[in-house]
């Protein structure tokens, strides 16, 4: 799965134009970003014209009772998107990029309670999207709109398993992106999308325990973590 992941790449136009997110979007540099944060996306127009805007993560679909199920749907698996009633029709039209820099994993060690945190990236440190999807909610007491959306994942490629088996799905390349937006891209194209990015373009690093507070958003959750301490002598 993927529950946190980074945009602490600083908010200049660089970013703004790789994802042609325009200028009246809020965006902030983020360290630790969790669900029901609203979060950095492309998503379309009913012409199909690229925007960015600012969704909860969780997605919500339009014919849920209650907002909260959006925290057991921050993730679609690529292997049954098409099937989920959550996520299908999303599939059709309603896709998106969720501009990244990095995600985080946890991963259990023997004998220790605690789990290592990894941060995730490409190899070249670039930012990036994750393929998701998007959903419009009207169920609330206010009748306002709300804009929701979920990560798709994958299963990890051999730089991450054994970390954990599943991963984002990553976009290698604007190519992709642009892929996965179009509205007319045929629907096996879509699923040949939705695979692992290649080893050679992921690396991972070791953070300290910072990031495992999902409430804190500090730098510090990106910190290179640090050695294990030798065990003292055992004295007779």
């Not at 360290?31 to 600012?54: C, H, Q, S």
């Not at 259990?108 to 959903?135: I, S």
Request: proline share 8%; glycine share 8%; with cysteine.
């Amino acid at each position: 799965m993927c529950g946190r992941y980074s945009l602490a790449t600083p908010a200049g136009n660089d970013l703004r134009a790789r994802f042609g997110l325009g200028e009246a979007l809020e965006i902030r540099q983020r360290f630790n970003v969790a669900p029901g944060d609203g979060i950095v996306a492309v998503t379309t127009t009913k012409e199909g014209e690229p925007r960015g805007e600012l969704l909860r993560w969780g997605l919500v679909p339009f014919w849920a009772k209650e907002a909260k199920v959006g925290y057991k749907m921050i993730n679609a698996r690529a292997e049954t998107v098409a099937e989920k009633p959550a996520f299908r029709d999303a599939l059709e039209t309603r896709r998106c990029l969720i501009v990244a820099d990095g995600f985080y994993e946890w991963q259990k060690l023997g004998g220790r309670a605690r789990k290592q945190p990894w941060h995730v990236t490409r190899a070249d440190g670039a930012p990036f999207a994750f393929a998701g999807l998007w959903a419009v909610w009207r169920g609330g007491p206010d009748g306002e709109p709300l804009r929701s959306t979920t990560i798709i994942t994958t299963q990890a490629n051999a730089t991450l398993a054994d970390v954990h088996d599943r991963m984002p799905v990553m976009l290698p390349d604007q190519a992709a992106e642009e892929a996965w937006l179009d509205h007319g891209t045929p629907q096996q194209a879509l699923h040949e999308l939705l695979v692992p990015l290649p080893d050679a373009l992921t690396a991972r690093r070791a953070v300290g325990p910072a990031v495992s507070d999902a409430t804190y958003d500090g730098p510090d959750c990106l910190a290179d973590a640090e050695p294990e301490a030798e065990a003292e002598p055992t004295l007779f």
